[in-house]
């Protein structure tokens, strides 16, 4: 049975992994590349100037993609933005080449955490089942 620790390394391994939002009737996607299970939630991170964040504050429902070889991730959530100095710290500790942008001390740092979340893999190779796991 998957977990959401399987959607973190699945996250990992793929590197890179695409956030789709809305902005007004206008879909936004862009690349992430942060996931880390922080107090029991899986977080993400990004900056509160950017209109990423902007847009998620509008309308917090999100998809998230990810591909690994022929593996494919999709995760249907809402996001949370986590104000707390304690999670942006775990978030930029773990995370410390964002460092050179972010502090948690800062007005600028966003970690959000996933909630109603429910990731999908699948696969084209052959003979290799899929899982969904709902957090």
Same mark, same amino acid.
């Given at each position: 049975m998957a977990?959401?620790?399987d959607?973190?390394?699945?996250?990992?391994?793929?590197?890179?992994y695409?956030l789709?939002?809305?902005?007004?009737?206008?879909?936004?996607?862009r690349?992430?590349?942060?996931?880390e299970?922080?107090?029991?939630?899986?977080?993400?991170?990004?900056?509160?100037?950017?209109?990423?964040?902007?847009q998620?504050?509008?309308?917090?429902k999100?998809?998230?993609? *990810?591909?690994?070889? +022929?593996?494919?991730?999709r995760?249907?959530t809402?996001?949370? =933005?986590? /104000?707390?100095? @304690?999670?942006?710290? *775990?978030?930029?500790? +773990?995370?410390?080449?964002?460092?050179?942008?972010?502090?948690? =001390?800062d /007005?600028?740092? @966003?970690?959000?955490?996933?909630?109603?979340?429910?990731a999908t893999l699948a696969?084209?190779?052959?003979?290799?089942?899929?899982w969904?796991?709902?957090?």
């Amino acid at each position: 049975m998957a977990t959401m620790e399987d959607v973190r390394d699945f996250l990992k391994k793929a590197k890179i992994y695409h956030l789709a939002t809305l902005e007004g009737d206008q879909p936004r996607v862009r690349p992430f590349g942060t996931a880390e299970i922080i107090d029991g939630r899986l977080y993400i991170q990004t900056g509160k100037k950017k209109d990423v964040f902007k847009q998620i504050m509008a309308n917090p429902k999100v998809e998230i993609e *990810a591909c690994s070889g +022929a593996d494919w991730l999709r995760i249907e959530t809402t996001l949370v =933005n986590d /104000d707390s100095v @304690a999670a942006k710290k *775990a978030m930029l500790d +773990a995370n410390p080449g964002l460092r050179k942008m972010y502090d948690e =001390n800062d /007005d600028n740092t @966003a970690v959000l955490y996933m909630t109603k979340a429910k990731a999908t893999l699948a696969s084209l190779a052959k003979n290799k089942e899929g899982w969904t796991v709902e957090f």
